[in-house]
């Protein structure tokens, strides 16, 4: 089993910059991308970035010039700069499952909120 926490959401202005935080433990050997999700206020769940244990990234094209993901060991970070108000949405850690016993599955934190406004 693999449990996923958040950390770093909060209060921000516009401008500003943010450093979320995702402390992955249990089974950590099992999963292999680790990304974060983010959904806004009325709006669907989307992805933001994604890092494979190799290091591959990936971010949307959206946030791809002011947010950076980075993975080390069992920690995944986002780092959020230039923030803007539209950016205001509870930010998920998310993990998928490699081994046979879990592949495909999606684990989950329980979010942190990111609030942009002056």
């Known amino acids: 089993q693999v449990q996923l926490v958040e950390s770093g959401g909060g209060l921000v202005q516009p401008g500003g910059s943010l450093r979320l935080s995702c402390a992955a433990s249990g089974s950590i050997f099992s999963i292999n991308a680790m990304g974060w999700y983010r959904q806004a206020p009325g709006k669907q769940r989307e992805l933001v970035a994604t890092?494979?244990?190799?290091?591959r990234t990936n971010i949307a094209d959206s946030v791809k010039d002011r947010f950076t993901i980075s993975r080390d060991g069992a920690r995944v970070y986002l780092q959020m700069n230039s923030l803007k108000p539209e950016d205001t949405a509870v930010y998920y850690c998310n993990a998928v499952g490699a081994a046979p016993h879990n592949y495909g599955m999606n684990y989950w934190g329980k979010g942190t909120l990111v609030t942009v406004s002056s």
């Open positions: 890092v494979t244990t190799s290091g």
